[in-house]
C-alpha cells in the first residue's frame, strides 16, 4: 500500500506499507478489528479503531506509532484492504 504521505519511522522514511495474512493469534492479540452487521438492513462493515491500528501495526511490522502518523486516508485505505480477512467466508 503506498501512501499518500510518506511517513517517518524507527529507521527513516516510511512510503509503503506491505500486509502478510493475519493468524488467529493476531485476533487473540489484538482483537477483530472489523464488525459486520447483517441484521440491520443491507449489510454494513464498521472498523474498531484501536484494534484495526494494532493490527495495522502488526501485519505490517511497524510499530503503532508509524500508523498514528499516516494520513486518515491512508488509515481508512489500509482498513479497508485487510478487511476481507475478516469477514467469514459466506460461500456454500
Not at 500486509?19 to 472489523?34: K, L, M, S
Not at 464498521?46 to 488509515?75: C, H
Request: proline share 9%; aromatic share 6%; glycine share 8%.
Amino acid at each position: 500500500m503506498k501512501l499518500k504521505r510518506p511517513v517517518e519511522g524507527p529507521n527513516g522514511e516510511i512510503a509503503e506499507l506491505v500486509f502478510r495474512e493475519p493468524t488467529g493469534a493476531d485476533i487473540q492479540r489484538h482483537g477483530n478489528p472489523v464488525n459486520l452487521d447483517l441484521i440491520n438492513g443491507d449489510p454494513k462493515i464498521s472498523y474498531e479503531a484501536k484494534a484495526m491500528t494494532a493490527m495495522l501495526s502488526a501485519l505490517a511490522n511497524v510499530p503503532p506509532f508509524v500508523i498514528g502518523r499516516i494520513t486518515a486516508s491512508d488509515w481508512n485505505t489500509c482498513a479497508l484492504a485487510i478487511s476481507g480477512f475478516f469477514l467469514p467466508d459466506m460461500r456454500s
